[in-house]
């Protein structure tokens, strides 16, 4: 069966600080990748999605970056953080253009101070 | 990107139906009508999805109006577990991949 993993699942982060938060998929080959954000008490916003290796497409401008080194891997970045950046960050994955499902992590709790 | 109205909030009583509107009167003729729910500090999680007519699964029934301008997403017996934030979303496509745009969705409260 598919999982998807995130790590960490908590992270408290100074102002100005590098960031690395990681999604991994098992059980599945050629996943859809997501990254979204979602700010305390808000709906979720997409940030980034990857279709391949190194095929990342950014849904709004900001102060982050994601990287899909491997199939199954996807990573979001940042090298100096925000207090704006502080907020839920969900991963999720779909098998592809016929996927209705969407499937997300466990999500990482970011607090910039 | 089309946009769906929804109550902020809606209360009911456990083993009642719930019935949860979503107004999306710009929706195309293409777009599917997802429904997620997202309890409190874990991940969405997929309800139902239909694009004209009425659906059917072990969670929940997905009714559309007609015209497709609106949808109510079914509970048939509420318990306490289903206490979530809801979310009617219209999923696009963009070069094979999902575009869900969240938007507040509707915090559901069950009472005991």
């Known amino acids: 069966s598919q999982t998807i993993h995130q790590w960490p699942a908590t992270l408290v982060q100074p102002v100005g600080s590098p960031l690395s938060l990681e999604c991994t998929v098992e059980g599945t080959s050629n996943p859809n990748l997501y990254w979204y954000r979602q700010a305390a008490g808000r709906g979720l916003q997409l940030l980034f999605y990857s279709i391949g290796i190194d095929q990342i497409s950014s849904e709004v401008p900001q102060n982050l970056s994601a990287s899909r080194p491997q199939d199954r891997q996807f990573i979001l970045s940042s090298k100096k953080l925000l207090l704006s950046d502080s907020g839920f960050y969900l991963c999720?994955?779909?098998?592809?253009?016929?996927?209705?499902?969407?499937?997300f992590g466990p999500g990482t709790r970011l607090t910039v101070t | 990107d089309a946009k769906t109205t929804q109550p902020n909030s809606m209360e009911s009583n456990e083993e009642e139906p719930v019935h949860l509107p979503c107004n999306h009167s710009?929706?195309?003729?293409?777009?599917?009508i997802h429904w997620y729910r997202q309890l409190p500090s874990q991940g969405p999680e997929y309800v139902i999805h239909?694009?004209?007519s009425n659906v059917n699964n072990r969670m929940a029934s997905l009714a559309i109006a007609e015209d497709r301008k609106s949808s109510t997403l079914i509970l048939h017996r509420a318990t306490l577990r289903d206490a979530a934030v809801y979310y009617c979303i219209l999923r696009g496509l963009i070069q094979g991949a999902q575009k869900l745009v969240f938007g507040q969705g509707t915090r559901l409260t069950i009472n005991p």
């Open positions: 710009t929706i195309s003729g293409t777009d599917y």
């Open positions: 999720a994955w779909t098998t592809g253009q016929g996927s209705y499902e969407q499937y």
């Open positions: 239909g694009l004209t």
